[in-house]
């Protein structure tokens, strides 16, 4: 006869039997039923999960997930031996102890088991003092672990950094247009009498209220520090993206100014770098080493709190912040690089960042991602904390660790939000993780080519077909009506339409915000399908799938200006080396060359130079070093030749980590 072991009246009555009734096969040596005099409402079970009984289930609208008990201790279920159905019976119905209390009893402790030999495995499990561990916490959260290995990436050369100035001049004619944006000296920088607060306060600049920026905050800085944030916010917040809305280094970071020293400094530091390019003012040089160490000193602070407390969600979007214009300073310093054998100091400090937003993660509130919202600042700072970590992992040996659960927050919000192209990199975060997703199957194919084929191979078709059908879309404002806002969606069908109107100049340049935003998500989503097809399908360079969308890259790199207002750092720096490294057809590499040669004569600091310097001598390398497979391939993907990894490999030891941001 079946029984319930968990049913409540079991717990209160126990059924009259013979002492030689056969033992009810419900009773199971998995379970352990706790009597009635112990106090227990549970049923405990020795696999990974405890749940509450069914007795409890139901009584107030609470469901079996709600509840969290702590398991027994180990030693104790290791010692556990079946029980006869006669001592359960006793259990069941106790009878007054005779002799000392438990308390006053040697041996009350421990508990008396019977040897395991003399009873069957089926018979039961034996009774136990359930008081050692009958602990039920109260419904919560599980609460966020801190990191207890946060280093900060940025200490090792805080003292022996030096800036030197007068590396670029300023025309006057044009003045610099491109990755930071002025006219000349006198249009950008604002020189008041030093101490002169009164006369900092009538000459705020307008943006000052416009991005919610005390104007008594403005007026108390220093000469030198009111030139720093003006240049920040006026040449170099202007030179990162067309997407006024999206531009989180303005909209966001830029308000964080006024309510975190180490965002502050970290911004003075950053502009400075820039500055003394253009104005070799040894005052000039000394505050901006003074402000780089100040930051790194208070985001040392910050993190050791980290360290113990996890930090609230204002205070970590402050932190990513930090790190993420440091890592800006770094990135485009290659005076002060570290050693090509070593890891960079950007890459150390996008790392750091993307595990302050693990600890941070909203997810763990919410059982589908989709339902989260997160904050434009938390937004803008998983694109510019992951962009560099996730694009540096191109050109890296493959890793086979498991990172499934890496950069997931690209994916929370709603499925328009993860389709919005973002001016922090100039594509969807969606797409940007599918970079990463591309990555991994390249590394999970590398280190299991047999197992791994029946799990990579359709889902990298499958990833093919998405991307060529991947839709993006962006918020175009109407210049007369800044608050009068279009959404405009951007795929395979939309692309030549859009370029084929008006954003087109009588040369064939795009001439307009729309056609530039447009064009360098397109350029990522075809980089996409061609990095795919070359990692992960091995496909060879000269294959006519890898063939025919290199010539729609370099299509749309070929529209996009390298100079002048609408070229920004939403450019397609990646997608533009990714075409010199594949390129076979001369047009092919003329355009990516044209680019890199154009940009880097720009005459400002920037990552493109040691890029287009790893670039030529990869193609060098390349001539010898890598042989394009016959066609037609074979069929299975793990005897196809792995050419990308040679190159991985060549640059990882002959150049180093390279920087694509």
Not at 199 to 228: H, I, K, M, T
Not at 509 to 519: D, L, Q, R, V, Y
Not at 539 to 555: D, K, Y
Not at 614 to 636: C, F, H, N, S, Y
């Amino acid at each position: 006869m079946a029984s319930n072991p968990v049913h409540k009246d079991m717990a209160v009555r126990s059924r009259k039997r013979a002492r030689d009734d056969v033992d009810p096969s419900s009773y199971s040596p998995s379970r352990i039923s706790p009597p009635a005099s112990s106090g227990l409402s549970a049923t405990y079970s020795t696999s990974p999960s405890y749940f509450p009984s069914f007795a409890d289930y139901g009584t107030n609208g609470s469901s079996l997930t709600s509840f969290v008990l702590t398991p027994p201790p180990l030693d104790l279920l290791s010692s556990i031996a079946p029980s006869p159905p006669a001592q359960r019976r006793r259990l069941s119905n106790p009878r007054p102890r005779k002799g000392p209390s438990p308390a006053q009893t040697p041996s009350s402790t421990s508990v008396s088991l019977l040897p395991p030999s003399q009873y069957e495995v089926w018979q039961g499990p034996p009774p136990a003092q359930y008081d050692q561990y009958d602990h039920v916490f109260p419904l919560r959260l599980p609460p966020r672990q801190a990191e207890s290995d946060l280093p900060n990436p940025f200490e090792d050369h805080v003292d022996t950094r030096q800036l030197k100035g007068g590396r670029f001049s300023v025309s006057v004619q044009t003045g610099v247009n491109g990755y930071v944006k002025f006219q000349s000296r006198r249009s950008i920088i604002i020189e008041p009498r030093d101490g002169d607060h009164a006369f900092a306060q009538r000459s705020a600049p307008s943006w000052v209220s416009l991005y919610s920026l005390p104007e008594v905050w403005y007026a108390n800085l220093g000469n030198v520090d009111r030139r720093f944030f003006q240049f920040y916010i006026a040449a170099w917040c202007a030179g990162r993206t067309v997407l006024k809305r999206t531009n989180c280094w303005l909209q966001d970071i830029a308000q964080m100014a006024h309510k975190d020293d180490c965002v502050k400094h970290a911004i003075f530091a950053l502009a400075g770098t820039y500055m003394v390019d253009f104005f070799p003012d040894k005052k000039l040089q000394k505050a901006a080493q003074e402000h780089y160490k100040r930051a790194v000193v208070l985001l040392s602070l910050l993190l050791a709190n980290a360290r113990h407390d996890v930090p609230s969600d204002r205070d970590a979007e402050a932190l990513v912040a930090a790190i993420a214009l440091l890592n800006m300073a770094d990135a485009v310093a290659q005076e002060h690089w570290r050693e090509k054998s070593l890891t960079p100091r950007w890459l150390d400090g996008a790392r750091l960042a993307c595990r302050v937003l693990d600890m941070t993660n909203p997810c763990r509130r919410y059982e589908d991602s989709g339902n989260i919202q997160p904050s434009d600042a938390r937004v803008g700072n998983t694109i510019i904390a992951s962009r560099p970590a996730i694009l540096a992992l191109t050109m890296t040996p493959l890793d086979a660790v498991d990172m499934t659960q890496k950069f997931q927050w690209l994916l929370q919000g709603s499925e328009l939000n993860k389709s919005r192209i973002h001016g922090g990199c100039g594509m969807s975060p969606a797409l940007l993780h599918q970079f990463f997703l591309i990555t991994q199957m390249a590394a999970f194919q590398r280190s299991d080519p047999v197992d791994s084929e029946m799990v990579t191979e359709p889902l990298a078709f499958r990833t093919r077909d998405e991307l060529k059908q991947l839709c993006q879309w962006y918020e175009h404002e109407n210049e007369h009506d800044p608050d009068s806002v279009t959404r405009v969606s951007i795929d395979v069908r939309t692309i030549r339409k859009l370029l084929d109107s008006d954003h087109l100049d009588a040369h064939g340049a795009i001439n307009s915000k729309p056609g530039m935003t447009a064009s360098a998500a397109e350029a990522w989503r075809l980089a996409a399908i061609i990095y795919l097809q070359c990692r992960v399908l091995r496909l060879p360079r000269t294959h006519p799938e890898v063939l025919q969308q290199a010539s729609s890259l370099a299509a749309r790199i070929r529209v996009m200006p390298t100079s002048g207002v609408f070229f920004t750092a939403q450019a397609p720096f990646f997608p533009v080396f990714l075409l010199g490294v594949v390129a076979v057809e001369e047009e092919h590499v003329k355009c990516a060359l044209d680019w890199f040669t154009k940009v880097t004569a720009a005459g400002c600091r920037s990552s493109v130079p040691p890029a287009f310097d790893a670039l030529k001598k990869i193609r060098r390398w390349m001539l010898t070093g890598v042989k394009d497979a016959p066609l037609p391939l074979e069929e299975r993907l793990r005897n196809r030749y792995a050419w990308w990894e040679d190159v991985v490999d060549y640059a990882k030891k002959d150049i180093g980590t390279l920087c694509l941001v």
